[in-house]
């Protein structure tokens, strides 16, 4: 089992391009979630998902949206990236309780 | 929204003493995970728990759920044990997801 993997690992966006980070779970977890992780702060919930075709907003969901079409699989997409958006990524899956995250994806808005 | 704090912010032991870490959190909640992130970035889940303690291998966990406080130790430390370790909580509010206190960075020194 790969577990939770997330494409691509490193980015780097000018201001006001779009992107997709894809986060793939092969654990059939209902649960997914895509956190991101700055300096000096705790990691932060954007959005969620309680299972296939279902999200809601997180903690700091503006600039983001995404889609779970697919179980194992929650996009998250960046339709005009500001350079606020730079950090590294982390998407989890959980059956209900314990996460288990992905490697990250570092991002860099310019 | 629940709130998490953790201290101390930094850490730095000697090979073989004992070490704590604290949490505190803000709302009554199910359930309180402790994670640890590696230097490469990695993080991964080492508890999650509701009540009580529970240990695996040199680390101990515990919780008190009325002072809404939670521990974590390692015992005999070793340079491996460096990481960030982070203590999570249910966000909250309606949403499911975690909130994440911001870290303690532990370094070992042999």
């Known amino acids: 089992n790969a577990g939770v993997t997330q494409t691509p690992k490193f980015r780097v966006l000018k201001t006001g391009q779009s992107m997709t980070l894809l986060c793939a779970q092969d654990m059939n977890h209902e649960y997914m979630y895509w956190y991101r992780q700055d300096p000096g702060m705790g990691l932060r919930l954007i959005h969620y998902?309680?299972?296939?075709?279902?999200?809601a907003k997180g903690e700091v969901p503006d600039g983001y949206n995404v889609s779970r079409l697919k179980k194992q699989n929650f996009l998250l997409g960046l339709e005009s990236a500001a350079p606020s958006q730079t950090s590294v990524y982390f998407c989890a899956s959980s059956p209900r309780g314990e996460q288990f995250f992905g490697p990250g994806t570092r991002l860099t808005v310019l | 929204k629940n709130e998490v704090e953790q201290s101390p912010q930094n850490l730095t032991a000697q090979e073989g003493e004992f070490i704590t870490i604290n949490c505190s959190y803000s709302?009554?909640?199910?359930?309180l995970h402790w994670l640890q992130q590696h230097p490469g970035g990695g993080i991964v889940s080492l508890f999650m728990?509701?009540?009580g303690k529970k240990k695996h291998g040199r680390l101990i966990a515990t919780i008190n759920i009325q002072e809404k406080h939670s521990s974590l130790h390692i015992t005999a430390s070793h340079p491996r044990d460096s990481a960030v370790y982070i203590c999570?909580?249910?966000?909250?509010?309606?949403?499911?997801?975690?909130?994440f206190g911001k870290g303690t960075h532990l370094i070992i020194q042999p």
């Open positions: 728990l509701s009540s």
């Open positions: 709302v009554g909640i199910s359930a």
């Open positions: 998902s309680v299972g296939e075709g279902t999200t």
């Open positions: 999570a909580a249910p966000l909250g509010g309606g949403a499911d997801g975690l909130t």
